[in-house]
């Protein structure tokens, strides 16, 4: 059986390990990176296979996972130089559009690009896909079952995935949390209650809201009673700008999306 291989032993490659091992995954998986000490921490933490020659891990590959940084993919695909078989080639790069990496790589291999969570490592994450043109069914099939059993997957048009990359992020609720939970120091809770007052009232209300079938509005309009404390707070973010600073935000990730995109 050849192996699920990842070049590329940072961070989302831990991250979609540590939830491939809760998922049982029984297809081996080997990790190329050019840091030891990397692939010694996957190794002793996920008993994963190691191998830092980067075309003997290419070999191996059924399916070959790109995991660096975007800024680091020309340099890679170059030194792969090209692949002689048929091979799943999957990449995590933001912002690298299908046509650079076929450019990029001689090979009759088949794209797809991915963005998955880091939530993945707990089984509840999201990963957008986006196939190349004629993906074969079964081969699609394939990576849609891979990336399933880190959480839930979604196709999505190439056009769109630079604003699902910016906006899926988990970093936006840690931020969130952070943001909510410093303010609720600064008015005379401890540590420890803010943070928990801050989490009920991001995490425990949005899965309230992804569990249930009531509408979103409908939901505001209980949590927050018109003329009420909630309803004050709200009207006072929202003043002081708080969607434009999300949208500014949001521009910001397609901007450097595009730039990760030329420099490709």
């Known amino acids: 059986m050849r192996a699920t291989v990842f070049l590329?032993?940072?961070?989302?490659?831990?991250?979609?390990v540590a939830g491939l091992r809760l998922a049982k995954y029984d297809r081996?998986?080997?990790?190329?990176?050019?840091?030891?000490?990397?692939?010694r921490q996957l190794n002793k933490q996920y008993g994963v296979a190691v191998e830092p020659d980067l075309h003997r891990a290419v070999e191996q590959?059924?399916?070959?996972?790109?995991?660096?940084?975007?800024?680091s993919v020309r340099d890679l695909l170059r030194e792969i130089g090209g692949i002689n078989r048929p091979l799943t080639l999957v990449s995590l790069a933001a912002g690298i559009p299908l046509s650079k990496l076929r450019a990029r790589l001689r090979s009759p291999a088949r794209w797809v690009r991915a963005m998955p969570s880091p939530v993945s490592r707990s089984g509840r994450g999201l990963t957008a896909l986006t196939f190349d043109r004629a993906f074969p069914r079964n081969a699609k099939a394939e990576v849609?079952?891979?990336?399933?059993?880190?959480?839930t997957v979604l196709e999505i048009p190439e056009s769109q995935f630079d604003a699902f990359t910016v906006t899926y992020s988990s970093s936006h609720g840690y931020h969130a949390l952070e943001a909510l939970a410093a303010?609720?120091?600064?008015?005379?809770?401890?540590?420890?209650?803010?943070?928990?007052?801050?989490?009920?009232?991001?995490a425990d209300g949005i899965l309230s809201c992804r569990e249930g079938r009531i509408?979103?509005?409908?939901?505001?309009?209980?949590?927050?009673?018109?003329?009420?404390?909630?309803?004050?707070?709200m009207y006072a973010m929202?003043?002081?700008?708080?969607?434009?600073?999300i949208q500014?935000?949001?521009?910001?990730?397609m901007a450097r999306a595009r730039k990760n995109a030329r420099r490709a």
């Open 8 to 16: 590329g032993g940072g961070r989302i490659t831990g991250a979609l």
């Open 28 to 39: 081996p998986i080997v990790v190329h990176d050019r840091n030891p000490g990397k692939l």
């Open 61 to 71: 590959a059924g399916l070959l996972i790109i995991a660096v940084r975007p800024d």
């Open 144 to 151: 849609r079952s891979f990336f399933d059993k880190v959480g």
């Open 183 to 202: 303010s609720a120091q600064r008015l005379g809770l401890n540590r420890k209650t803010a943070l928990t007052a801050a989490a009920h009232a991001l």
């Open 215 to 233: 509408p979103l509005a409908r939901l505001l309009e209980e949590a927050a009673t018109p003329g009420g404390i909630a309803a004050g707070v």
């Open 238 to 245: 929202d003043s002081s700008g708080y969607e434009r600073s």
């Open 248 to 253: 500014q935000g949001l521009r910001a990730g």
